[in-house]
């Protein structure tokens, strides 16, 4: 069985940094894309940045490209997200999900997903 575990996540002034991390066990780790998606209250879940197998291949939503960074160390089973720039708008629940893939009407679904961290950029 798959366990997703997310940290990192808190509380950041606006223009503010933050690394999150997502620990995998239970499945070949380096064998699957990972994905990092977000909902905020009152929001759908939204998907924010992808990578492939072997980190080679990045996706980022336009919301936040140039701003963060997907990266994994596959030997460590870990997925990270390097968000820099913060802005109030990017406070969410951020989720890593594991071998996300899109569906017909263009949303990520995956059977794995983490418990979530809470980013919080207050203005």
């Known amino acids: 069985q798959v366990q997703l575990v997310e940290s990192g996540g808190g509380l950041v002034q606006a223009g503010g940094s933050l690394r999150l991390s997502c620990v995998s066990s239970?499945?070949?780790?380096?064998?699957?894309?990972m994905g990092w998606f977000r909902q905020a209250p009152g929001k759908e879940r939204e998907f924010v940045a992808r990578?492939?197998?072997?980190?080679?291949?990045?996706t980022y939503a336009d919301s936040v490209k140039g701003r963060f960074t997907i990266s994994r160390d596959n030997a460590k089973n870990t997925v990270h997200l390097q968000m820099n720039s913060l802005k109030p708008e990017d406070t969410a629940v951020y989720y890593c999900a594991q071998d996300p893939r899109m569906n017909s009407a263009g949303l990520y679904e995956s059977a794995y997903w983490g418990q979530g961290t809470q980013v919080t950029v207050s203005s």
């Open positions: 990578i492939s197998q072997r980190g080679i291949i990045t």
């Open positions: 239970g499945r070949a780790f380096s064998s699957y894309t």
